[in-house]
C-alpha cells in the first residue's frame, strides 16, 4: 500500500498530494541509530532536573550514534503542559534530540503492520516495518500529511508548492509547535479523545470480562489473548486485506479473488493468527495490553491510560530503548507483556536508567 501518490477526486477535480515519500522521509542516516524512546515525564525531567545527562544524550545525536524519536502522545502531553516557558524548554529539547524525527502514530503503523500481515498471508516472506517505514517528520505526529488542491491547481504548481511546505520550520520542530499551534483548541480536543477512550475502552472491558467469566487462571488468560488478537485480526488486518485486494482485483473481481485465496492458504486458525502477528508488534502488544486490561476488569480506566498505551505501543516494539518513570506501565510491558523481550527492547525506568545504556562519555 503506497500514501504518497495524488489522489484526485473525479467529481470535483480536486486532487490531495502526501507531502512526503519514502525519498523525502527520514533516511536511513538517521533511521538506522539506535531509537531511544522517552516519555513525556522522562522528557519534561531530562530537560528540567537533568542538564548533565541531556548533553550526553545531545552528544550522543552529534556522533550519529542515536536519535531520540517523538510521537503523538510526547507531543500531546507536552501541549497539555499549563506553563509556557516550561513547553518551550522542553520543546526545544525535544528538537535538538530528536532530530526533527517523529515516530508516525499508532493509526498508521497498524496499517503499515496489517499490509506487512497481508503479505504472510500470500506466503511472502515478511517481516515488521523497518524504521524507515514507521518514522518520519514531526508533522506528521497526527497522521500523513496531505495537502489538497481545488481545480484550479495543475500538477507542476502543486508540486512547487509541496516542496515549499517541506522546507517550513513547523515540518521538522516541536518549538513551532508550541509557539504557533491553537494550544487551546488542541487542549479540548485532547480532553475529548481522552473521555470516548475512556468509555469505550471500559464498555469492551466489560463485555470481555464477561465472555470468559466461568475461566480461570491459566486457561482464562490464554482465552483473553486469542480473543483479542483474533478480534485485532477481524477488525483491523482483515479489512486492510479486503481494501488490498478491491485496489487489485476491482470490486467485480474482489469476491472470486477471495475463493481462490482462501483455497490457497485455507481458512486458517490459532497458528495464523501467531504468524500475523508476528510482524505486527504494536498491534500484538495492543491485544496483549488488552487482554491484561480484561482480566483485571476492576481497575477504573483513567483519562491517563490513553497516552500512556500509546506509549508502550510505540516505545516498547520499535524501539531500542523505551524510557518511563510510570512503574505501573514497566511491569506492564516487561513482566505482563512478551512483545517487548521478543522484541529485544530495553525497558528503562526513569532517566537515571538510562545513562547506563548510553554509549561512553
Same mark, same amino acid.
Given at each position: 500500500?503506497?500514501?504518497?501518490?495524488?489522489?484526485?477526486?473525479?467529481?470535483?477535480?480536486?486532487?490531495?498530494?502526501?507531502?512526503?515519500?519514502?525519498?523525502?522521509?527520514?533516511?536511513?542516516?538517521?533511521?538506522?541509530?539506535?531509537?531511544?524512546?522517552?516519555?513525556?515525564?522522562?522528557?519534561?525531567?531530562?530537560?528540567?532536573?537533568?542538564?548533565?545527562?541531556?548533553?550526553?544524550?545531545?552528544?550522543?545525536?552529534?556522533?550519529?550514534?542515536?536519535?531520540?524519536?517523538?510521537?503523538?502522545?510526547?507531543?500531546?502531553?507536552?501541549?497539555?503542559?499549563?506553563?509556557?516557558?516550561?513547553?518551550?524548554?522542553?520543546?526545544?529539547?525535544?528538537?535538538?534530540?530528536?532530530?526533527?524525527?517523529?515516530?508516525?502514530?499508532?493509526?498508521?503503523?497498524?496499517?503499515?503492520?496489517?499490509?506487512?500481515?497481508?503479505?504472510?498471508?500470500?506466503?511472502?516472506?515478511?517481516?515488521?516495518?523497518?524504521?524507515?517505514?514507521?518514522?518520519?517528520?514531526?508533522?506528521?505526529?497526527?497522521?500523513?500529511?496531505?495537502?489538497?488542491?481545488?481545480?484550479?491547481?495543475?500538477?507542476?504548481?502543486?508540486?512547487?508548492?509541496?516542496?515549499?511546505?517541506?522546507?517550513?520550520?513547523?515540518?521538522?520542530?516541536?518549538?513551532?509547535?508550541?509557539?504557533?499551534?491553537?494550544?487551546?483548541?488542541?487542549?479540548?480536543?485532547?480532553?475529548?479523545?481522552?473521555?470516548?477512550?475512556?468509555?469505550?475502552?471500559?464498555?469492551?472491558?466489560?463485555? !470481555? +470480562?464477561?465472555? $470468559?467469566? *466461568? #475461566?480461570?487462571?491459566? =486457561?482464562?488468560?490464554?482465552? %483473553?489473548?486469542? @480473543?483479542?488478537?483474533?478480534?485485532?485480526?477481524?477488525?483491523?488486518?482483515?479489512?486492510?486485506?479486503?481494501?488490498?485486494?478491491?485496489?487489485?482485483?476491482?470490486?467485480?473481481?474482489?469476491?472470486?479473488?477471495?475463493?481462490?485465496?482462501?483455497?490457497?492458504?485455507?481458512?486458517? !486458525? +490459532?497458528?495464523? $493468527?501467531? *504468524? #500475523?502477528?508476528?510482524? =505486527?508488534?504494536?498491534?500484538? %502488544?495492543?491485544? @496483549?495490553?488488552?487482554?491484561?486490561?480484561?482480566?483485571?476488569?476492576?481497575?477504573?480506566?483513567?483519562?491517563?491510560?490513553?497516552?500512556?498505551?500509546?506509549?508502550?505501543?510505540?516505545?516498547?516494539?520499535?524501539?531500542?530503548?523505551?524510557?518511563?518513570?510510570?512503574?505501573?506501565?514497566?511491569?506492564?510491558?516487561?513482566?505482563?507483556?512478551?512483545?517487548?523481550?521478543?522484541?529485544?527492547?530495553?525497558?528503562?525506568?526513569?532517566?537515571?536508567?538510562?545513562?547506563?545504556?548510553?554509549?561512553?562519555?
Amino acid at each position: 500500500m503506497q500514501d504518497d501518490s495524488a489522489e484526485p477526486d473525479d467529481k470535483t477535480g480536486t486532487f490531495a498530494i502526501s507531502a512526503f515519500d519514502a525519498g523525502s522521509r527520514p533516511s536511513s542516516a538517521l533511521t538506522e541509530r539506535r531509537l531511544v524512546y522517552l516519555d513525556t515525564n522522562a522528557w519534561v525531567e531530562l530537560a528540567e532536573k537533568e542538564p548533565e545527562l541531556a548533553e550526553r544524550c545531545a552528544r550522543e545525536v552529534e556522533k550519529g550514534t542515536a536519535l531520540f524519536p517523538l510521537s503523538y502522545p510526547t507531543i500531546s502531553e507536552l501541549i497539555e503542559q499549563p506553563i509556557v516557558e516550561h513547553r518551550r524548554d522542553v520543546a526545544d529539547l525535544m528538537d535538538r534530540l530528536s532530530g526533527g524525527v517523529t515516530f508516525r502514530p499508532f493509526e498508521t503503523i497498524r496499517l503499515l503492520e496489517a499490509d506487512r500481515a497481508f503479505q504472510v498471508l500470500l506466503g511472502q516472506a515478511a517481516s515488521a516495518p523497518a524504521p524507515s517505514l514507521v518514522l518520519s517528520w514531526i508533522i506528521e505526529y497526527l497522521g500523513t500529511a496531505k495537502i489538497t488542491f481545488d481545480a484550479s491547481w495543475d500538477a507542476d504548481k502543486a508540486q512547487t508548492f509541496i516542496e515549499h511546505f517541506k522546507a517550513h520550520p513547523a515540518v521538522r520542530s516541536v518549538r513551532w509547535i508550541v509557539d504557533h499551534a491553537p494550544v487551546d483548541e488542541m487542549r479540548v480536543r485532547h480532553a475529548e479523545a481522552k473521555a470516548r477512550y475512556v468509555k469505550e475502552l471500559s464498555a469492551a472491558i466489560q463485555r !470481555g +470480562a464477561g465472555a $470468559v467469566a *466461568k #475461566l480461570s487462571g491459566a =486457561a482464562r488468560k490464554a482465552r %483473553l489473548l486469542r @480473543e483479542e488478537r483474533i478480534w485485532v485480526v477481524e477488525k483491523v488486518v482483515a479489512p486492510r486485506f479486503t481494501q488490498t485486494m478491491l485496489e487489485i482485483y476491482g470490486i467485480e473481481r474482489l469476491q472470486e479473488a477471495v475463493k481462490a485465496l482462501v483455497t490457497k492458504v485455507g481458512e486458517g !486458525g +490459532a497458528e495464523r $493468527v501467531t *504468524k #500475523l502477528m508476528a510482524v =505486527a508488534p504494536a498491534l500484538d %502488544l495492543w491485544s @496483549e495490553i488488552m487482554a491484561e486490561r480484561v482480566a483485571n476488569s476492576t481497575r477504573r480506566v483513567q483519562p491517563q491510560d490513553l497516552h500512556d498505551v500509546d506509549h508502550a505501543l510505540i516505545g516498547a516494539t520499535y524501539a531500542n530503548i523505551f524510557v518511563t518513570r510510570d512503574r505501573g506501565l514497566v511491569d506492564l510491558v516487561t513482566q505482563r507483556c512478551t512483545v517487548s523481550s521478543r522484541r529485544g527492547v530495553i525497558v528503562a525506568a526513569g532517566v537515571e536508567a538510562l545513562a547506563d545504556h548510553l554509549g561512553e562519555n
